[in-house]
């Protein structure tokens, strides 16, 4: 989908996704888009 903000859905899978990768002892990312995918 398009992303239009963060919202608390987004803030819960970032969260889980960064608590997996420092347990791991790996990087995250997040990967945006410019300008946004609608223009």
Known sequence: ??????HLGHKKVFSI????AQKAG??????????HPRQ
Do not use: R
């Open 1 to 6: 989908g398009n992303f239009d903000g963060i």
């Open 17 to 20: 996704t960064w608590g997996i």
């Open 26 to 35: 790996i990087p995250s990312a997040i990967l945006t888009f410019e300008p």
